[in-house]
C-alpha cells in the first residue's frame, strides 16, 4: 500500500498576483477578498514576486501570473514560480495553440484571457476550488506504476491530496482504515485480482454518494465499460487517454457536486439557530449508536434538558432575546459534550444528549454537571442579568430501542418538572439534584 503523496509541503493561504495592471491586480485582490481564509499578495514585477517567494514560498498556495511583465516579457515568471512547487495559475491577453501547448506541458494549472471579464470569475472559482482541495482526499487505483504517477502529478497540480493503491483490495482496505479522508476514488478497469467495475461496486456497498465519489477510467475503445462502471456505481468514467483540461473538469466538478450533498446534507442535520444537530439527526445517527451500544454491551445514557420557565423570557424579552438564551445554552451544552456524545436540540427550548460508554452513576453526574453549567451561565438581556434554570431527565436503561429509551427519560423530566423544576430525574429512579 502506497501513503499519502502530495508534496509533503503544509501550504499557508496566501495568493500570489503577479500582475503589472494596477487595475486588473485591484479587480483580483477585491474578489480575492471575499473568499473565506485567502489572502492576495500584490507583486508588479518578476523581481518583486521572487522576492516575495524568498521570504516564503510554503506560505502561498496558488499564484497567478501575468504572462508579460515589465522585467519578464516572455512569460519567464511561470517557470520560476513553478520551480518553487507552487501551483500557477497564467493571465494572458490572448495566446497562440503553440504558446498555449507550451505552458501546458510546464505544467500550469489553466490559462486565462484576462481581458475577458466572465473569465475573471473563472479564476476566482479556481483560486477557490484549489484552496479548497486541500482538505480533498484522492485516492488512485491503478496497477500500473506510471499512471498513478502521472494521476498524482496533475492532481497535485490543482492542489488535491493524493493516495495511491496498487488494486482493488489495496484501496479497500485503506477506505476501511478511515485514512484520509478519501473524498474521491479514480478508478481503473483492468487490473489484477479485481476488476474496476467489482471495486466500484464494493465501494458502494459501505459509501453512498454523499460520502464519497468515483471516477471510472477506461482505455479508449472499451465501448460498454463505461457504461458498466456508472450502473456500478461511478459516478462519472473518462475515457484514456484524456486531454488535461477535460480531466480537471471532470474532477473539480465530481468534487464540487460532494461538496454541495455533503453541506446539503449537514443542513438537513443542523438546527439553523443554534447550529446543534436536530432530532431527526438524532433518530438516524442515534439509532446507530444505539444498535452498537446494544450490540457490545457498553452503557448509554439518555439526558433531556428543558428550560425552566422559557416563555417569559420571551414574553420578558422578546423572541429575539429568548433565541439568545437558546444559543448560549446550547454553546454551555456544546463545550461540555464529548466527542461521541450526540448533542441536540430537541425542540423548542428542549436539548438532549446522547451519551455513550457511560454508566449510570456517570450519567447522573454529567446531567448534574450539566443543569449547574447552564444554572451558572450569566447572561444579561436589555442590560439585565438573568437567572435560568433547567430541568433535567435522565435514562440510562437500554430498554427496547431507542425511542423507547427517550420516552423514558422524557417521563423522568416530566417529573422533574412538576416536583419543583430546576432538578435531575432519573427514568424509573429518585430526584438527584
Ligand atoms: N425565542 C424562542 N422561543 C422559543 C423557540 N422555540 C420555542 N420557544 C418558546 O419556548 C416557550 C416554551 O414554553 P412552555 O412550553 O410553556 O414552557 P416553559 O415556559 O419553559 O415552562 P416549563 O417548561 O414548564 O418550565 C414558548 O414560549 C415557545 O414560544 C425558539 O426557537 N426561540
Known amino acids: 500500500m502506497t501513503s499519502m503523496n502530495d508534496t509533503g509541503i503544509q501550504r499557508g493561504n496566501r495568493l500570489l498576483i503577479v500582475e503589472d495592471s494596477r487595475a486588473v491586480a485591484r479587480l483580483l485582490a477585491e474578489r480575492v477578498e471575499t473568499l473565506p ?12 514576486a521572487e522576492a516575495r517567494l524568498a521570504q516564503g514560498a510554503q506560505d502561498f498556495f496558488l499564484a497567478v501570473l501575468d ?3 515589465p522585467d519578464a516579457p516572455d512569460g519567464e515568471v511561470v517557470e520560476r514560480v513553478l520551480a518553487h512547487g507552487l501551483p ?23 490559462y486565462v484571457n484576462k481581458g475577458n471579464l466572465t473569465e475573471i470569475e473563472h479564476v476566482i ?16 487505483v491503478d496497477d ?40 474521491l476514488v479514480l478508478c481503473d478497469q483492468h487490473m489484477p485480482g479485481m476488476d474496476g467495475i467489482t471495486l466500484i ?77 436536530n432530532r431527526r439527526y438524532l433518530a438516524d445517527a442515534g439509532e446507530t449508536v444505539y444498535q452498537a451500544a446494544r450490540r457490545e454491551g457498553r452503557g448509554l445514557a439518555v439526558i433531556l434538558l428543558d428550560l425552566d420557565h422559557f416563555k417569559q423570557i420571551n414574553d420578558r424579552f422578546g423572541h429575539s432575546g429568548g433565541d439568545k438564551v437558546l444559543v448560549n445554552v446550547a454553546d454551555c451544552l456544546m463545550a461540555r459534550a464529548r466527542r461521541s456524545d450526540i448533542l ?9 444528549l446522547l451519551a455513550q460508554d457511560v454508566d449510570e452513576k456517570g450519567a447522573l453526574g454529567l446531567a448534574e454537571a450539566l443543569r449547574e453549567a447552564v444554572g451558572g451561565l450569566e447572561l444579561r438581556l436589555d442590560g439585565e442579568p438573568l437567572a435560568l434554570t433547567t430541568s433535567v431527565g435522565v435514562n440510562t436503561h437500554p430498554g427496547t430501542c431507542l425511542e423507547a429509551m427517550l420516552e423514558a427519560a422524557d417521563e423522568a423530566l416530566y417529573r422533574a418538572k412538576t416536583s419543583g423544576r430546576n432538578r435531575v430525574v432519573q427514568a424509573g429512579g429518585e430526584t438527584v439534584g
Open 344 to 352: 441536540v436540540r430537541y425542540g423548542g427550548e428542549e436539548f438532549c
Open 201 to 277: 461496486s464494493r465501494i458502494r456497498r459501505h459509501f453512498s454518494r454523499t460520502e464519497l465519489c468515483i471516477i471510472g477510467m477506461s482505455n479508449h475503445g472499451s465501448g460498454i465499460l463505461s457504461a458498466r462502471q456508472l450502473k456500478a456505481g461511478a459516478n462519472d468514467f473518462i475515457t484514456r487517454p484524456f486531454l488535461e483540461e477535460e480531466f480537471f473538469v471532470r474532477v473539480n466538478q465530481n468534487v464540487a457536486l460532494l461538496e454541495l450533498l455533503q453541506e446539503m446534507r449537514e443542513n438537513a442535520n443542523r438546527d439553523p439557530l443554534t447550529r446543534l444537530y
Open 67 to 69: 504572462l508579460n511583465l
Open 37 to 48: 481564509g485567502i489572502e492576495p499578495v500584490l507583486a508588479g514585477s518578476l523581481a518583486e
Open 144 to 183: 500500473s506504476t506510471s499512471a498513478r504517477a502521472y494521476l498524482r502529478t496533475l492532481l497535485g497540480r490543482y492542489g488535491y491530496r493524493t493516495l495511491e493503491a496498487r488494486d482493488g483490495q489495496e484501496a479497500l482496505d485503506l477506505l476501511a482504515s478511515g485514512t484520509g479522508p478519501i473524498h
Open 88 to 110: 500557477a495559475l497564467v493571465l494572458t491577453a490572448g495566446v497562440s495553440d503553440d504558446e498555449r501547448d507550451r505552458l501546458l506541458d510546464l505544467g500550469i494549472v489553466d
Open 125 to 140: 472559482a479556481t483560486v477557490e476550488r484549489i484552496h479548497r482541495n486541500r482538505r480533498i482526499g484522492v485516492l488512485v
